[in-house]
T-cell receptor, first 112, second 114 residues
Framework: GEDVEQSLFLSVREGDSSVINCTYT??????LYWYKQEPGAGLQLLTY???NMDMKQDQRLTVLLNKKDKHLSLRIADTQTGDSAIYFC????????????WGAGTKLIIKP | NAGVTQTPKFQVLKTGQSMTLQCAQD?????MSWYRQDPGMGLRLIHY???????DQGEVPNGYNVSRSTTEDFPLRLLSAAPSQTSVYFC?????????????FGPGTRLTVL
């Protein structure tokens, strides 16, 4: 079945860029998402990209999609302490009846 | 708007007890779903509903029941709690299906089964 993989942890220094990576197996994925979960809270949509796009930028966030390698990344420029959270990658496609397939989440740790 | 609300926030059950986790949304969303979140794993879909009166099973439905009598409410029932159901449960809603639509999540219910 479909699978979405992420590293469990990423540690960066405040002010540096964070790059969170995600790989997926489903070649028919059409939407790929990044959600953010702050401690003790539910998930919140950060951004998403349609599979006919290579890149999407929104302020400090840049999403890159490499369809050939089935690789998705989220870059956070000028990482701040408020960016500390777990970041989930997810994908959806028609074959899975539009259900989201989730990665396990990457915990972003900010070092002062 | 309150968005998606869940109650209770925390719950401890003994094995074999039953209970209902409540979920409500005030955004008139057709699509609602229940997930469980376990350490080191992605969210897993338990049940979902595409509208009032319509529900379907997700990836891990065993031991759980749902109903959708109104657009606003989507309760999750644990029939006979087991320690394997210790988890954090999230309810989510969206305009239509998850495809291409933002899902709005509730704050979660942390359930411990002893």
């Amino acid at each position: 079945g479909e699978d979405v993989e992420q590293s469990l942890f990423l540690s960066v220094r405040e002010g540096d860029s964070s790059v969170i990576n995600c790989t997926y197996t489903d070649s028919s994925s059409t939407y790929l998402y990044w959600y953010k979960q702050e401690p003790g809270a539910g998930l919140q949509l950060l951004t998403y990209i349609f599979s006919n796009m290579d890149m999407k930028q929104d302020q400090r966030l840049t999403v890159l999609l490499n369809k050939k390698d089935k690789h998705l990344s989220l870059r956070i420029a000028d990482t701040q302490t408020g960016d500390s959270a777990i970041y989930f990658c997810a994908e959806s496609n028609r074959d899975s009846n539009y259900q989201l397939i989730w990665g396990a989440g990457t915990k972003l740790i900010i070092k002062p | 708007n309150a968005g998606v609300t869940q109650t209770p926030k925390f719950q401890v059950l003994k094995t074999g007890q039953s209970m209902t986790l409540q979920c409500a949304q005030d955004m008139n969303h057709e699509y609602m779903s229940w997930y469980r979140q376990d350490p080191g794993m992605g969210l897993r879909l338990i049940h979902y509903s595409v509208g009032a009166g319509i529900t379907d099973q997700g990836e891990v439905p065993n031991g759980y029941n749902v109903s959708r009598s109104t657009t606003e409410d989507f309760p999750l029932r644990l029939l006979s709690a087991a320690p394997s159901q210790t988890s954090v449960y999230f309810c989510a809603s969206s305009w239509e299906s998850a495809w291409g639509n933002e899902q709005f999540f509730g704050p979660g219910t942390r359930l411990t089964v002893l």
